[in-house]
């Protein structure tokens, strides 16, 4: 659904009168209609690990730069589910920063050496991006390449034909909600009902998509570290 077909379902139900594309951006109402979708999307996407959300990034790593960096992942509440190296085939295994940060406390007189890199630590965030980096261990011994798979919320809606990945009714449910409370609304349906009813839409459709994804709900311990999805600090 896009953004213009979001407006109009949300006006449908606040008894207005529905918009043309060129109306969107232009009127001081329909503006305020824009902002309550897309706080309405933000709180949606942030709801759950939605499957539209996820997705892989290829990066190339330099032979003797221990430091990745995840270009794009800044202020998008990037959450990396794991990093493969394609040379090898195989998955990093994730520390916390602190072990990664004691491991090259004393590399001055102890260098960590090169060679395929087993871990990763998340690392300071770049300072004039925001993009979230990664510090691996051991350095790379040459230019491998990575695959950082990852959950990343999308940008505000802004023109009229952007189109809402996300399922829309929770979202324009939700959005009719914040119009409605925004305008001081009292006839017709109320507004805490409103909100009760984006909330029900919303458990439907994180009902819905989380059946796709058991292992995001289904916690297991196996024998072995790397079969299991609960996190250790080793």
């Known amino acids: 659904m896009n953004f213009l077909e979001l407006h109009n379902k949300v006006l449908d139900r606040l008894r207005e009168n529905r918009i043309v594309s060129s109306d969107i951006g232009n ?24 499957g539209v959300l ?4 290829t990066i190339a790593g330099t032979q003797g730069n221990e430091i990745l960096e995840l270009t794009g992942s800044g202020d998008t509440n990037y959450l990396i589910n794991g990093i493969l190296c394609v040379d090898t085939g195989l998955f990093l295994r994730q520390r916390e920063t602190a072990y990664m940060a004691e491991a090259y406390a004393n590399d001055a007189n102890d260098p960590v050496g090169e060679a395929v890199p087993r871990e990763f630590a998340l690392y300071y965030n770049n300072s004039s991006t925001g993009d979230i980096q990664v510090r691996m261990n051991p350095r790379p011994e040459a230019d491998y390449t990575f695959k950082v798979f990852r959950i990343q919320d999308r940008a505000d809606l802004v023109n009229y ?29 109320p507004t805490s009902e409103l909100f009760m009813l984006a909330d029900a839409h919303l458990s439907d459709a994180i009902a819905m998509d989380s059946a796709l994804y058991p292992e995001d709900t289904t916690w297991f311990v196996a024998e072995n570290p790397a079969e299991t999805n609960v996190r250790y600090n080793y």
Do not use: C, F, M
């Not at 996820?54 to 990034?57: C, K, S, V």
């Open 27 to 50: 009127d001081p109402y329909v503006n305020s209609i824009s902002a309550h979708i897309n706080d309405a999307k933000d709180t949606v996407q942030n709801a759950w690990n939605w």
């Open 54 to 57: 996820r997705g892989e990034d």
């Open 161 to 189: 034909d952007d189109v809402l990945l996300l399922p829309a009714l929770p979202v324009y449910s939700l959005a009719t909600a914040l119009a409605s409370r925004e305008r001081g609304d009292l006839n017709g349906t």
